[in-house]
């Protein structure tokens, strides 16, 4: 692919993108430039890791490329914004990660009318199975879409959406890894609980969850049925299922989701300003 993506921000996102976007050969790692506000060691390690380019420099950074993907955290936009719209030009596409801002803040703080396409991947970009949600802006063509779209194939899957439906859509895909994650660990407290080998026990739970994964892909029915076809009556799961019941567990699942999506929100109230 012919253009030249800079990274506004280095952290855990931006880093889950590059490792993705280099480990295929979508977008030449030399057409990657990495910028941050100061963190010198930062951009030589991203530089050494992955053979990308970094400038010091947003200003070249930003000339230089087609595609500007602003990776700062949300608190960080408006200082963002007023630092480079002055290099901004309308022949680029601004890409935001960031949760919770909407497109029409970031086109607001500008001085052209630069495209600006919001999207919510999420960590696992690094091995290139991210689940990226796409929405755009006022400014946005389908050809503006489809690039970045592209892009973000590079990274995993990509699904085009409502911009009213992002703040859910970032609980369910962009967060919700850390969810998962949270849940493995407390198997993994199990596990040494029990006083089982972790060397035994991860290659298993790993498998059992491609394996959920791939029946929920694949399966005809529902995750209802699939539950309750591993589920014999006075056996084994039941009561595991009664026990998680009995501590409210899918309230506290749809409550985590519902707490997530209104903290997008919140975050755009908080420094859409
Ligand atoms: N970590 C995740 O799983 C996901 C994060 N996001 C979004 O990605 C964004 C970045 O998140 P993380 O990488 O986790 O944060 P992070 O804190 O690891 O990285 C942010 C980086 O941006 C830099 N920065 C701040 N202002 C800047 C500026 N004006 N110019 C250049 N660099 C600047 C900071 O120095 C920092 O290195 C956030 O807005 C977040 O909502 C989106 C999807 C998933
Ligand atoms: O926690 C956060 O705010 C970011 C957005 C989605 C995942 N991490």
Excluded at 4 to 13: D, E, H, Q, R, V
Excluded at 245 to 254: M, P, T
Aim: aromatic share 4%.
């Amino acid at each position: 692919m012919n253009q030249t993506i800079a990274f506004l921000g280095a952290g855990s996102m931006a880093e889950a993108i590059i490792a993705g976007m280099t480990a295929n050969s979508v977008i030449p790692a030399q057409q990657i430039i990495a910028t941050n506000n100061s963190n010198k060691e930062r951009l030589a390690e991203l530089s050494s890791k992955y053979h990308i380019q970094t400038n010091q420099n947003k200003q070249e950074a930003i000339t230089d490329s087609n595609v500007i993907i602003l990776a700062m955290k949300p608190k960080d936009i408006k200082k963002a914004t007023d630092e480079i719209k002055g290099w901004i030009r309308e022949d680029q596409i601004i890409v935001s990660l960031l949760a919770g801002i909407s497109t029409n803040f970031i086109e607001s703080q500008l001085d052209t009318n630069t495209p600006v396409i919001r999207v919510m991947p999420n960590t696992s970009a690094a091995i290139g199975l991210s689940a990226t949600t796409v929405t755009g802006g006022k400014f946005t063509t389908a050809d503006h879409l489809a690039l970045v779209e592209t892009i973000m194939q590079s990274i995993g899957t990509t699904t085009l959406i409502e911009e009213e439906d992002m703040d859910a859509f970032t609980a369910l895909a962009g967060s919700s890894p850390a969810f998962y994650y949270y849940m493995i660990e407390a198997m993994e407290r199990f596990v040494a609980d029990k006083g089982l080998d972790i060397d035994i026990a991860k290659p298993l739970m790993i498998q059992t969850l491609k394996g959920v994964a791939g029946m929920l892909e694949t399966s005809p029915d529902s995750p209802g049925v699939l539950r309750q076809k591993i589920t014999s009556p006075g056996g084994t799961t039941e009561a595991g299922l009664k026990t998680l019941a009995s501590h409210n567990f899918q309230h506290a699942v749809v409550d985590c989701l519902n707490q997530t999506t209104d903290k997008s929100a919140e975050l755009r109230k908080n420094f859409e300003k």
